[in-house]
């Protein structure tokens, strides 16, 4: 029943193609509890399929107890997030540009969308100092095969929509699907509370 409510609201709405700096926000009721009110970051689309990292899950590990040499630029609080189910042992790394900096002066940065960027983790910290303003690592991401992602839109299972840097850089306490729920078009804003998980009598 609620997978169907998911499928029928987001088909519902007008959609926006999915690309590299885009949101992919989990349906109400989505399928796959794996990526319940998930809200994952798109940082490469293209014929090959499609690379991106979820933003909403914090592990309980800090980024000081395995990759110190970042720490400094870190945004509050500064653990590792769960990038998603694949290679949880690759890292990834994004960032918000400091409102100065022209990222295509950086080769070290990959722009995403406004002042939103991917991090060549080969870099170094002290060069990326004066060009960020806040980042997060995040462990794993997330992948489609090519036409994957693009299957599971039509279903209903994601709606695209912008990304804002804040997205990335948001507290350990923000509710980040509720927040990009909130700023969407009408009727998304109403369903921003709508539950993980419900249990059915």
Not at 12 to 24: C, I, N, Q, Y
Not at 95 to 105: G, H, K, L, Q
Not at 156 to 164: I, R
Request: charged fraction near 20%.
């Amino acid at each position: 029943m609620f997978e169907v409510f998911g499928d029928r609201l987001f088909n519902g709405l007008e959609r926006m193609s999915p690309a590299a700096g885009m949101l992919l926000v989990a349906a109400p009721g989505m399928p796959s509890p794996d990526f319940a009110r998930s809200v994952i970051l798109i940082v490469e689309h293209d014929f090959q399929g499609t690379f991106g990292v979820a933003l909403t899950e914090r592990s309980d590990t800090a980024v000081h107890s395995v990759m110190p040499e970042w720490v400094d630029l870190i945004a509050k609080p500064q653990a590792v997030y769960v990038g998603g189910p694949v290679d949880p042992q690759a890292v990834v790394g994004l960032a918000v540009t400091r409102p100065e900096v022209d990222i295509a002066e950086h080769p070290e940065l990959n722009r995403l969308a406004n002042r939103l960027v991917h991090v060549d983790l080969n870099s170094t910290p002290a060069s990326m100092a004066e060009l960020l303003q806040g980042m997060r690592l995040f462990a794993g991401y997330c992948s489609w095969a090519p036409g994957q992602l693009n299957a599971e839109i039509e279903r209903g299972d994601w709606f695209v929509t912008p990304a804002l840097p804040s997205d990335v850089t948001a507290a350990g306490s923000v509710d980040l699907w509720g927040d990009v729920m909130r700023r969407q078009s009408q009727p998304l804003p109403l369903f921003a509370t709508f539950p993980a998980s419900i249990v059915e009598s």
